[in-house]
Nanobody, 114 residues
């Protein structure tokens, strides 16, 4: 199983950034994104189930949108109205259907700064 994330970068406060992740080597029940700021634990950003159920962290509700394409093994995160506190390394996550094993992609840095 491989998860390949892309799309991080530098954005000004209030700006927009999109992340994408391509998952291969399996079929996945849950896909999503977590983030880790320096000196902090890795926290949930958003997850989406294969059937479409979505869960957002309270801090990103109404600003971030997660979506996925089951056939392509893709998951996206659209981030708007970005704040300095959104700055972190963002990790793509997937849980394999059947085995329940968890997989992580390499992180992608999101920097929110003027």
């Amino acid at each position: 199983v491989q998860l390949q994330a892309s799309g991080g970068g530098l954005v000004q406060p209030g700006g927009y950034l999109g992340l994408s992740c391509a998952a291969s080597g399996g079929v996945f029940s849950t896909m999503g994104w977590y983030r880790q700021a320096p000196g902090k634990q890795r926290d949930l950003v958003a997850t989406i189930e294969r059937g479409g159920d979505i869960n957002y962290a309270d801090s990103v509700k109404r600003r971030f949108t997660i979506s996925r394409d089951n056939a392509k093994g893709m998951v996206w995160l659209q981030m708007s109205s970005l704040k300095p506190e959104d700055m972190a390394v963002y990790f793509c996550y997937a849980r394999r259907l059947g085995t329940g094993m968890h997989y992580w992609g390499k992180g992608t840095q999101v920097t929110v700064s003027s």
